[in-house]
């Protein structure tokens, strides 16, 4: 706004009647409430600093819009403002933000947290999801010395599809085929002694090779060790790849080869995924890697503020770590 116009306002406030200087009151009070989340959101633009149609960092501002600062590229003329290009441009009620982020590192679930916010359910969903969207590319930058490596499989769900081709599953049902099928969503957790986890979602039945060597080969150190079961595609890929391998037999009752070599930190992994996903009575198979990443957020960092999580929703995951 400009000085004369400022002057103006203030002047008006005089001539406001009594319900008048009441609404503005509380509009003001809402706006104060948002401008924690207001202020993360300019400051991580701030950190990027770049046009997000064209990358170019020559901008100037723009005036604002919705409390946001708007900017115009010089080089592509364009505008934006800090949310253009992220999964949370044009995203409603700002100022719940903050508030919606906390009963997500408290993993409530959605009812609940769309009661506590005091927002609608399908808004509360559609949230979750764009903040897990560039949550979920935070990923170790490298895994090494002894890393355990498994799958594990989650039944495929179609939760929330509207058009269904086959009757839905009811809660909590299990394959209609025994043993792997295609019903099975296979995903890899591999973990080194450190703590840092690669999870990721490699397809439906089991994990092919090229699968592994898709999600693995990016972060895994070539002088790992890689732990595993008996399952030969792990053997056949750390072949290829030149790691050192060790398998343990589990079906022959082996658990631990010469007192380090197990993969019991990362089936404990799996048994904690599979039981914090049980409070949201299955997930839609096409939003796992979205919870995957929730998960792994949570395990990894511990005391997350909703500031930094909502600064890892928009790609800066630096925060997450400072406590
Ligand atoms: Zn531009």
Not at 34 to 62: M, N
Not at 134 to 151: S, V, Y
Request: with cysteine; net charge positive.
């Amino acid at each position: 706004m400009k000085a004369d116009g400022f002057s103006d306002l203030i002047k008006a406030i005089h001539q406001l009647d009594h319900y008048q200087r009441k609404t503005l009151s509380i509009a003001l009070a809402e706006f104060s409430d948002t401008s924690q989340a207001f202020e993360l959101i300019e400051s991580h633009f701030d950190s990027v600093g770049v046009c997000p149609h064209c990358g170019h960092s020559k901008l100037y501002r723009h005036g604002s819009a919705l409390g946001l600062q708007r900017y115009r590229c010089r080089t592509c003329h364009r505008t934006f403002n800090a949310l253009t290009g992220t999964p949370l441009a044009r995203l409603r009620h700002r100022s719940k933000w903050l508030d919606y982020l906390e009963t997500m590192i408290h993993s409530l679930p959605l009812r609940q947290s769309a009661v506590e916010v005091g927002v609608h359910r399908n808004t509360a969903l559609r949230w979750r999801h764009r903040f897990l969207s560039w949550l979920k590319r935070d990923r170790p930058d490298a895994l090494q010395g002894i890393t355990e490596a498994d799958e594990t499989y989650l039944l495929e769900s179609d939760k929330g599809h509207r058009q269904l081709t086959r009757r839905p599953h009811k809660r909590g049902a299990s394959a209609s085929k025994r043993g792997l099928s295609k019903q099975q969503v296979c995903v890899l957790v591999a973990r080194d002694r450190a703590g840092q986890t690669l999870v990721e979602v490699t397809g439906k039945g089991a994990m092919s090779k090229a699968q592994l060597t898709e999600h693995s080969k990016p972060v895994l150190n070539t002088d790992a060790v890689l732990i595993s079961d008996s399952n030969p595609t792990y053997s056949a890929f750390c072949k290829t790849e030149h790691i050192t391998h060790v398998a343990v037999n589990l079906s022959k009752g082996q658990r631990i080869i010469n007192g380090a070599y197990h993969i019991q930190n990362v089936n404990a992994y799996h048994s904690r995924l599979k039981s914090w996903l049980h409070r949201f009575h299955g997930v839609a198979t096409k939003y796992l890697p979205n919870y995957l990443g929730w998960r792994q957020a949570l395990e990894q960092h511990h005391n997350i503020s909703p500031g930094a999580f909502l600064r890892a929703a928009l790609g800066d995951f630096q925060q997450l770590t400072v406590t």
